[in-house]
């Protein structure tokens, strides 16, 4: 997954519907590499913790590398935070970010909130793709499962904020992925969040 675009805001929130996101991946660890690790065998134990070690304003890349696992937390990548990408490679098995909040007001139950320009993820299991800004999903796998009550219904995979007619301000471009869904589950490509919703399917 990667965002884009100036003054970009995407969250990934918990939702009825669950919408995976798992990118290809990525190759060779930088010397220059901040590495989390939950087994204390890394520089931070907390993703949010290595975002928060960042130095800004940085002009060039940073990457952060996480070690498999399911992290429990809530990641938030401030406006001045930019040019950040985090990716694992450092074993063949994909990494989660669950939320430990799952009431209260949409921008406070988000899993990752990203607001900072040119951030890219690799290798990431999210709960639900929502929010203004615009990015671009790249070889994802988009699931929609069961509701946590075990019901059945639609799914959505993403909810667009777009609300301007030009959509220069947000704008989701999912391209060479695929989707699938749950037993029971409708899997529906996004719904309105802003009054102009926009989002492009591309060989999906």
Known sequence: MRTLSPT??????????????????????PSSAIIVAKDDSG????????????????????????????????VSIKSNFI????????????????????????AESGTVKVRG??????????????????????NSEFHVGRRPNGSTGNGYVTANG?????????????LDSSISADRGMNALLGRAWGSIAAGTWQGV
Request: aromatic share 12%.
């Open 162 to 174: 777009n609300n301007g007619a030009s959509h220069k301000a947000s704008w989701f471009l999912m």
């Open 83 to 106: 040019n950040i990408r985090i990716t694992n490679n450092l074993d063949a098995k994909t990494w989660q970010v669950q939320n430990p909040v799952s009431t209260g007001a949409s």
């Open 117 to 138: 320009d040119f951030f890219k993820v690799f290798d990431i299991t999210f709960d639900f793709i929502w929010g203004q800004g615009r990015a671009i999903f790249q």
């Open 8 to 29: 970009s805001y995407l969250i990934s929130a918990l939702a009825l519907a669950l919408a995976v996101c798992v990118a290809a991946l990525q190759a060779n660890v």
């Open 43 to 74: 520089n931070f134990t907390t993703l949010q913790a290595a975002v928060n070690s960042v130095k800004q304003p940085n002009t060039n890349e940073v990457i952060i590398y996480v070690k498999a696992g399911i992290y429990t937390e809530q």
